[in-house]
């Protein structure tokens, strides 16, 4: 058999392009030329081996580098990689009130990048997606990422790609580390405090660690760019494109005065109805005509721009040497996680309130009414606990003259969510406390009438503006829902592998395996909340399903030539799995591999892959839900569609919208659920590339890695925004099918605004398709003044669109107008980031001398173009043309493409305006210095985001004014101690 010295593989190593953000890389330390490395095995194999570089890039992040990054976190720390698209983290708060963290490798949705610890599956949400809040980093010892698909060795989820995370293993003596930081602005404070312990020897070894986390709130009021729904238009805005709610603290409510019947409000300063006392008309004086160029909400300064969160973990770990060939371990991990949400207070549309309600100064009933008490914001209190306990048996046998190795292992996870809402209310005591009232004999206002009073029952004063709204009244409507989540996984794994024969160029190593798997989840809303009973929160029915899995599996490596002219090595890996699920039958995915090693300095590898995705519980068991995304009416009269376009204004007309239509409400109520019928995804992953490390240039390696993925059969939804333009602007019938509009006015007042808009979950014939170019230059040098580190990752992305690539205006295999390639542009509204950006990359120096440490980082992220149609609209609607100017390009035009009604022609319209903004491209700076003392302790200061670079302004962007993807504004400053025993 074959054996490399370990200077060599650390070489090889060096070049495998391992690096990726701000100081992410792996370092290594040269042994003796000569010296037996033992096999391991790599992210993506299987099969044990000698050299470290396969055929697939991996990145290799080691418990040094995560230190350096600063952060407290492994999902912050993987937001930043050069490879994650958009992704959730606690800068999510309407649209994450789980308070969850999730890797999205390459940006193709984070249930397709699969995650697994120490080799094995992690629990996942009902969505498929782990939240990696539920793995301390306290237990971390390494991460490795594969950046190819992988379904042929793990399974459902790794089609895009695999975060391996590896835990503290040899472990001996004690640490115990503290960490403290805030941004300049006094206010996002973090801490967080370690301890582990451990002890090892020749027999085995035992590891307990612990650790404690807090997250303190950034508000919205904090940063200006967050105060108002747009940064730069008014903050009361809530005509078509603002976003100030048109729920307010002073109502609407449509009514007849004299002659003039409209949708009155409030006057701010006015006293309106006063609590106790029956309000007579002459208070209608007190009220106005609701002005949406003025009287909007401002929503934004209550909402949390960051969530608090604190996090308590425990991890256990131990392996012990049972016999000379036999080793059994075994591992435990407690995480406790709590965290908040908060958004401004609870907005109610669609009421009712009586001609006798002792608070109406109109006199008449009023349908459709709103109203927001602002005396407390909603808040989501969010009570995560997750178990995980694995236990495995490893080893190596003799058999016919060749020697195998093997493991059987067993890993039990479950996660219980618990969330407590508050700031909601009864839907019908709500209606009670609006209908008939009056005024007692003892001067106290009742419900109902004076011979049938409704028991307990509060009127409830709408007509008083902020401080019409007693203590009382809040006692009788509210509710606090109470939702419980839970996700639980069994798994059952083994393998054997050995060198099968030899071969001229080395020997044929296989592995052989089998897993079974059980997945089940349930999710149980409020009983409140299923029978709708919660006014204005998104009605949820419960969650409940799960299936059962069998795999079988076999990978093989094949060393085609060795030691031969322009070959020093070329070598073939073979891989397949058989996937039988109980839900909806089997299906079997491979996977081919090659790497050609023409010269010792120069690696050329490929690789081709089929995966699969199988749907999760959520996709196939959800029950319909409601939700509130934000979008703009294309029938709206100021819509830049409808301004613009005829045929847009012809569709309108027929689907009954009044041509004087002005969108009151800037959020659509949709309609979400699963749907069991669902099929798995199909993909194919192809990677090219070459790993370069020049002999006359020691210590310096070159990676750069080409990829395409393409996924079909995609299980998604369609935005609401998608949805109303499909139909509206470009005419497709089958979604114009899926909307529903309220023409009587009953939901807040205005005939005519979409009151269903249905988005299940489906299965495209299509799907996604991404191609990038992934590059990594690594550089060490030593000097006199000590040691060297130069680290420069960069990924690009060629296309992010529909699989095949049409152009834009194409008509794609769903039987959709394409969008073309979205590749540098803003995705719009959406909560957890919407970047599509070209280029990101993560250029880092790092320096080390004796007992002192340095390393500065820029983190590049490139421009984006977003659609500022709104923006146009906002600025007609208030007469301001001078507002337009916040878009770098208000004049820019493209064609548009419709069908031609009742075909599938595609019609083209030439040079319609089609606004857009341009988001500059951005560079963030850290800089860290660290100190180790005499006496073992290590001390870390350290600065992210040193020159304070805010994030540009994206106009599309969900709940404020920058896309959650970009850093949160401010410079954050921390600083760490470790010391060791």
Not at 541 to 562: K, W
Request: negative net charge; hydrophobic residues 35%; charged residues 20%.
């Amino acid at each position: 058999m074959q054996r490399h010295s370990l200077a060599k593989s650390v070489k090889l190593a060096l070049t495998l392009g391992a690096a990726s953000s701000a100081l992410l890389g792996f370092q290594a330390t040269a042994q003796e030329e000569g010296a037996v490395v033992e096999k391991i095995s790599v992210t993506g194999s299987r099969i044990k081996r000698t050299d470290m570089e396969t055929a697939q890039p991996v990145l290799l992040i080691t418990a040094e580098d995560l230190s350096r990054t600063g952060l407290t976190s492994i999902g912050e720390i993987m937001k930043e990689i050069a490879t994650n698209g958009a992704s959730l983290g606690l800068q999510t708060n309407n649209g994450n009130t789980a308070g969850n963290m999730t890797v999205d490798l390459r940006d193709c949705g984070s249930n397709r990048t699969l995650v697994l610890v120490n080799g094995r599956r992690w629990v996942t949400e009902l969505s498929g997606e782990v939240d990696l809040t539920t793995i301390p980093l306290a237990a971390i010892e390494q991460v490795e990422v594969l950046k190819d698909g992988a379904s042929s060795i793990y399974g459902t989820d790794a089609i895009c790609g695999v975060v391996n995370i590896s835990t503290k293993k040899d472990f001996q003596g004690a640490e115990l580390s503290a960490y403290v930081g805030e941004y300049d602005e006094g206010d996002g404070r973090k801490e967080s405090y370690s301890f582990s312990v451990g002890t090892s020897n020749d027999k085995g070894s035992v590891l307990f660690a612990a650790n404690y986390t807090k997250q303190e709130q950034v508000m919205g009021a904090d940063r200006e760019i967050s105060s108002v729904p747009i940064f730069g238009l008014p903050a009361n805005v809530s005509a078509s494109g603002g976003r100030a709610s048109p729920t307010t603290p002073y109502g609407q409510f449509r009514a007849t005065v004299g002659d003039v019947t409209g949708s009155y409000t409030l006057t701010p300063g006015k006293a309106g109805c006063v609590p106790g006392q029956e309000c007579s008309s002459e208070r209608v004086a007190d009220f106005h005509i609701y002005d949406p160029n003025t009287d909007g909400y401002n929503f934004a300064p209550v909402n949390y721009l960051l969530q608090p969160q604190e996090s308590r973990s425990l991890y256990a770990q131990g392996h012990y040497e049972l016999a000379d060939n036999v080793r059994a371990t075994a591992e435990a991990v407690y995480v406790n996680r709590t965290s908040e949400a908060q958004l401004a207070a609870q907005p109610l549309g669609g009421l009712a309130i009586s001609a006798d309600h002792v608070y109406n100064p109109f006199d008449q009933n009023i349908v459709g009414g709103s109203f927001r008490p602002i005396v407390a914001p909603r808040s989501f209190a969010a009570d995560s606990t997750t178990w995980r306990f694995g236990a495995a048996l490893e080893g190596e046998f003799e058999l016919a003259n060749r020697e195998f190795n093997w493991d059987v292992g067993y890993g039990f996870a479950e996660n219980k969510y618990v969330q407590l809402k508050n700031g909601f209310f009864n839907r019908t005591n709500f209606a009670n406390a609006l209908g008939a009232s009056f005024i007692d004999v003892n001067g106290d206002a009742k419900c109902g009438t004076p011979d049938a009073v409704v028991a307990g029952c509060v009127p409830f004063n709408v007509f008083g503006g902020p401080d019409g709204v007693t203590a009382d009244m809040l006692d009788y409507v509210t509710v606090a829902p109470r939702n419980l989540a839970q996700s639980k996984m069994h798994n059952y794994t083994a393998n054997i592998g050995t060198e099968l024969f030899e071969l001229p160029a080395g020997p044929v190593a296989a592995v052989v395996g089998y897993e079974y798997r059980r997945e089940s989840g349930f999710t149980n809303p409020d009983p409140l909340t299923v029978a709708g009973q919660v006014l204005g929160d998104n009605a949820a029915t419960p969650t409940q399903g799960g299936f059962s899995l069998e795999e079988f599996y076999g990978e093989m490596v094949i060393p085609v030539l060795a030691d031969q002219p322009f070959a020093e090595s070329l070598e073939l890996s073979l891989s397949t799995r058989y996937s039988d699920y109980s839900n909806f039958g089997d299906t079997t995915n491979s996977s081919y591999k090659l790497s050609y090693r023409p010269i010792e300095e120069l690696l050329i590898r490929a690789s081709y892959g089929e995966g699969f995705r199988a749907p999760s519980i959520q996709e196939l068991y959800q029950g319909q839900n409601d939700s509130r995304p934000s979008a703009t009416d294309p029938c709206s009269i100021a819509s830049v569609p409808y301004t613009q376009n005829a045929d847009v204004r012809s569709r309108c007309a027929s689907a009954g919208v009044a041509t004087d239509f002005q969108q009151k409400d800037p959020q659509f109520r949709a309609k979400v659920g699963g749907n069991p019928e669902l099929q798995p995804e199909e993909a194919t992953t192809t990677v090219f590339g070459f790993v370069y490390s020049p002999h006359f240039v020691e210590n310096m390696g070159i990676s750069v890695d080409w990829y395409n993925i393409e996924v079909e059969n995609f299980i998604g939804t369609r935005t609401a925004q998608y949805i109303a333009n499909a139909c509206y602007v470009t005419g497709i019938q089958s979604y114009c099918d899926q909307i529903q509009r309220d023409f009587s006015g009953s939901l807040n007042g205005n005939p005519g605004e979409i009151s269903e808009l249905l988005s299940l979950t489906q299965n495209f014939v299509g799907g996604l398709e991404r191609e990038g170019v992934d590059i990594n230059v690594d550089y060490r040098f030593s000097t006199e003044v000590g040691d060297f580190r130069v680290n420069w990752d960069t990924a690009i992305m060629l296309y992010m669109g529909d699989v095949g690539q049409p152009n834009r205006g194409d008509v794609n295999t769903d039987g959709d107008i394409s969008e073309g390639n979205l590749v540098g542009k803003l995705a719009p509204g959406q909560s957890g980031g919407g970047s599509r950006n070209k280029t990101k990359s993560n250029l880092s120096l790092s320096w080390k001398y004796d007992d002192w440490s340095a390393s500065i980082s820029a983190q590049y992220v490139s421009s984006l173009t977003e659609n500022c149609a709104n923006i146009v609209t906002a600025s007609t609607r208030l007469g301001m043309p001078e507002l337009a100017d916040l878009c770098s390009d208000k004049d820019h035009k493209q064609d548009n493409f419709a069908f031609k009604p009742g075909t599938t022609e595609v019609v083209v319209t030439k040079d319609q305006l089609a606004p857009e903004n341009k988001l500059g491209s951005v560079v963030y700076y850290d800089m860290q210095v660290g100190w180790t003392s005499p006496w073992d302790s290590q001390f870390t200061l350290g600065v992210r985001n040193l020159f304070d670079k805010e994030p540009p302004y994206a106009y599309s962007a969900f709940a404020n004014t920058y896309d959650p993807s970009y850093r949160l504004p401010g410079r954050y400053a921390y600083i760490s101690m470790t010391q060791r025993f």
